[in-house]
């Protein structure tokens, strides 16, 4: 039998998710547990991928590393709100300033509570350099690996 349990509601925040037809989010806002939105931002696509961020008024433009993942995001008058720089395989090796962004190696999003990339099949771990689950696919001669550990 169950005993009386204590729920703390003060730490219960939700984020929602808006998605497109391509199955990318086009929209993403954070509320606290008495339902009051404490952000909100919206994404905005072009033919390579994630290509400028809108939170409240302000636009900011990201810039793509080789990998498609974020390497640099400005504003619309070319300040440097932040940067990134990876290792190989996703670790983060240098960030410079406050703006902060989900969407970086790669292009996908990372959770920051646990350090994963959502590979919305599959998480990957930078830092163990592995997928957490196998391919759905089976593709590679090792269905955990990260580009076949290139």
């Given at each position: 039998?169950?005993k009386?349990?204590?729920?703390?509601?003060?730490?219960?925040?939700?984020?929602?998710?808006?998605?497109?037809?391509?199955?990318?989010?086009?929209?993403?806002?954070?509320?606290?547990?008495?339902?009051?939105?404490?952000?909100?931002?919206?994404f905005i696509?072009?033919?390579?991928?994630?290509?400028?961020?809108?939170?409240?008024?302000e636009?900011?433009?990201?810039?793509?590393?080789?990998?498609g993942?974020?390497?640099?995001?400005?504003?619309a008058?070319?300040?440097?709100?932040a940067?990134?720089?990876?290792?190989?395989?996703?670790?983060h090796?240098?960030?410079?300033?406050?703006?902060?962004?989900?969407?970086?190696?790669t292009?996908q999003?990372?959770d920051?509570?646990?350090?994963?990339?959502?590979y919305?099949?599959?998480l990957?771990?930078?830092?163990l350099?592995?997928?957490?689950?196998?391919?759905?696919a089976?593709?590679?001669?090792?269905?955990i690996?990260?580009a076949?550990?290139?």
């Amino acid at each position: 039998m169950l005993k009386n349990h204590y729920y703390d509601t003060t730490l219960q925040n939700q984020t929602l998710y808006q998605h497109g037809l391509s199955g990318f989010p086009l929209a993403v806002t954070e509320k606290n547990n008495a339902g009051s939105v404490t952000a909100e931002q919206m994404f905005i696509y072009g033919p390579t991928g994630l290509f400028a961020i809108k939170s409240g008024a302000e636009l900011t433009y990201v810039l793509k590393d080789h990998r498609g993942g974020s390497k640099i995001l400005v504003d619309a008058s070319g300040t440097i709100k932040a940067s990134y720089d990876y290792t190989p395989f996703g670790e983060h090796m240098r960030e410079t300033g406050s703006w902060d962004t989900r969407y970086q190696f790669t292009g996908q999003e990372k959770d920051e509570e646990t350090g994963l990339y959502n590979y919305r099949a599959r998480l990957y771990d930078p830092y163990l350099k592995r997928f957490l689950h196998t391919d759905p696919a089976g593709q590679g001669f090792h269905f955990i690996v990260y580009a076949t550990n290139d």
